[in-house]
């Protein structure tokens, strides 16, 4: 069966410091992967999407970026955080040949202070 | 691009009430609609879907209905339980082909069930 890990949990990162979230997804191959934001109380919004290695898509500017070195590896980066950087990030995957079904994982709960 | 509106954004039923949650969605071209729940502090998990091509679907205690004329679908649960209370997402999606679609999801419905 499939399974996606995403870490860390929770994570308090200063103003300006760099940030490196990590998401990898086991029992499948060639997965669409995402990463999603969520501020507190509020709906999902969709940060950047991914369709194989080295291919990403944006979906809003801002002060975040997206690496997929691997086929099944998902990283979130940052070089200075601000403090709108705060929020419940999501990684995401589907199957490559579609049916819009998306599995999410646990999330990671970002505090920039 | 799709526009998906969720109503209410808070329920809050009695325990062995029924709760409805209501979503429309502007692109008539959609042609599939997931149902998310998320409990706090944990990612949103599937608890069921329908495609364009069916009215209704039951699963246990929850049940999607989908109208296209109108373009909105509802989420019923029945004999609600207090581990029901979680946040509620719809989400449309249209599916072009193989790897060619996109969820647009709607602001979210906190369920509250009081025992």
């Known amino acids: 069966s499939q399974t996606i890990h995403q870490w860390p949990a929770t994570l308090v990162q200063p103003v300006g410091s760099p940030l490196s979230l990590e998401c990898t997804v086991e029992?499948?191959?060639?997965?669409?992967l995402y990463w999603y934001r969520q501020a507190a109380g509020r709906g999902l919004q969709l940060l950047f999407y991914?369709?194989?290695?080295?291919?990403i898509s944006s979906e809003v500017p801002q002060n975040l970026s997206a690496s997929r070195p691997q086929d099944r590896q998902f990283i979130l980066s940052s070089k200075k955080l601000l403090l709108s950087d705060s929020g419940f990030y999501l990684c995401?995957?589907?199957?490559?040949?579609?049916?819009?079904?998306?599995?999410f994982g646990s999330g990671t709960q970002l505090s920039v202070l | 691009g799709e526009n998906v509106e969720q109503h209410p954004s808070t329920l809050s039923v009695q325990e062995g009430d029924s709760a409805v949650i209501k979503c429309t969605y502007s692109?008539?071209?959609?042609?599939?609609f997931p149902w998310y729940k998320q409990e706090l502090g944990k990612g949103p998990q599937l608890i069921i879907d329908?495609?364009?091509?069916?009215g209704e679907k039951k699963d246990q205690r929850i049940a999607v209905t989908l109208n296209k004329t109108a373009k909105h679908f509802s989420l019923h649960i029945t004999e609600t339980q207090p581990e029901d209370s979680a946040v509620y997402f719809c989400?449309?999606?249209?599916?072009?082909?193989?790897?060619?679609?996109?969820?647009?999801f709607g602001a979210g419905t906190t369920v509250t069930v009081r025992a």
């Open positions: 991914s369709v194989g290695i080295g291919q």
């Open positions: 692109d008539s071209a959609s042609n599939y």
């Open positions: 029992g499948t191959s060639n997965p669409n």
């Open positions: 995401a995957w589907s199957v490559w040949t579609g049916d819009g079904k998306l599995f």
């Open positions: 989400a449309a999606s249209i599916l072009r082909g193989a790897n060619d679609y996109k969820l647009s």
């Open positions: 329908i495609r364009s091509n069916v």
